[in-house]
């Protein structure tokens, strides 16, 4: 998949332009605080259908303007041409179009433009709290299971209702007893869902490790043994993957132990005011050579082996999808050692579109394969040097 070109409006500080991009490598070089991530944000916010930074969708709007427009002209694995367009007013309101027709829900584009986005940050998929380690999961098996995409959302729908309905009792300002119906219902809905969003993050993890196992060990030039382990918090998920091989209906099965656990629970939730078990609650562990990274890995390890998992996810993308997504790499070779930062380049050139964004140039000099195209930016606005 390839981002062929693109034009921008009204996005943050960037100056409103057009760009045609290579199909191999794409480098922006500037100072910190000139417009390089911006520019690689505006590229990748219609893949996720949100800011990657977590930027509120008004706040993207530049000041000069009263709204933002970005359109992309993108080549499918085929090679099959589409169009993305997205804007956003003063009001936050967003618009999406895929090819020029109106997308009302934002998990209608997801599979659609596919990125991965690497930035000091992802140190926190292995380094942060369990939150970022679910979405890693979730997003790389909404990639490729619609069904899981759909229940993921179902539960989470399922779960702020339950939540309120519990805050309603806690509070004592809804009839205990029919509330207490309608939570046993969404209890039941929960469950259902919930028997989707475990086994799938099952699956999702045993895909991703020997992929992540073998980046992590090209990066560093060693054999060592990554290992990826879903934890998931549920007793009855826990006990039912132990024992239970992956056999037609068996997510039935799984639902309703997970429906008696969370019903036999129901009444301290209530006291508690708020849900007290489910999928909300996993983790994955990353675990080198037998060490759980986020306890005890230094700061070298658990980057590298946040970036051998976000590798790893556009390599189980390839093996399920026939998709090579778009890689952006956005300031993080001063976070690598030298030897390293050769290594990824390498890695990521070979079979992606790759947009680097670097404020020293010596960082990808003579690394790069063939001839990439490069921009300078200043203030927002983007020069084309070669």
Not at 24 to 50: C, D, I
Not at 299 to 318: N, P, Y
Request: proline fraction near 4%.
């Amino acid at each position: 998949m390839h981002i062929l070109a693109a034009s921008l409006s009204g996005f943050r500080n960037l100056h409103d332009d057009a760009f045609e991009f290579s199909p191999r490598v794409n480098l922006v070089l500037g100072r910190n605080g000139e417009g390089k991530t911006n520019f690689l944000e505006a590229l990748n916010y219609f893949a996720l259908g949100r800011s990657h930074r977590g930027s509120r969708n008004e706040d993207l709007i530049g000041f000069h303007a009263d709204a933002l427009h970005v359109h992309l002209d993108v080549a499918g694995e085929d090679g099959a041409p589409f169009t993305c367009d997205y804007g956003i007013d003063r009001g936050g309101d967003r618009r999406f179009r895929l090819d020029g027709e109106l997308v009302t829900r934002r998990s209608d584009l997801v599979g659609k433009l596919v990125t991965v986005f690497f930035n000091p940050e992802s140190s926190q998929l292995v380094r942060g709290g369990p939150q970022f380690r679910r979405q890693y999961l979730d997003q790389g098996q909404a990639e490729i299971d619609p069904e899981y995409l759909r229940d993921l959302g179902s539960f989470q729908r399922a779960l702020k209702q339950k939540a309120a309905l519990l805050r309603d009792l806690r509070r004592g300002i809804a009839d205990g007893r029919e509330t207490r119906r309608e939570v046993k219902a969404w209890n039941r809905e929960l469950a259902r869902c919930a028997a989707t969003v475990c086994l799938g993050r099952r699956e999702q993890a045993g895909l991703l490790e020997p992929f992540a196992q073998l980046s992590h060990n090209n990066m560093l030039d060693k054999d060592l043994k990554l290992e990826m382990i879903y934890r998931p918090r549920l007793e009855s998920v826990r006990g039912f993957l132990a024992s239970q091989p992956e056999i037609p209906g068996a997510k039935n099965d799984l639902a309703e132990e997970i429906c008696r656990e969370i019903d036999y629970i129901t009444e301290l939730e209530i006291k508690r005011g708020r849900p007290l078990a489910g999928p909300q609650f996993d983790d994955l562990e990353v675990r080198l050579d037998g060490v759980d990274l986020r306890g005890f890995g230094s700061q070298g390890e658990t980057r590298t082996a946040a970036i051998a998992l976000i590798l790893a996810r556009s390599d189980v993308l390839f093996q399920k999808r026939r998709i090579r997504p778009v890689l952006f790499l956005d300031d993080i070779f001063s976070e690598l050692d030298r030897d390293r930062s050769h290594r990824l380049q390498d890695m990521a050139s070979r079979e992606h579109q790759l947009f680097i964004a670097t404020a020293r140039s010596d960082d990808v000099a003579g690394r790069l394969p063939g001839d990439p195209r490069t921009w300078s930016v200043e203030s927002g606005r983007l020069r084309r040097q070669s």
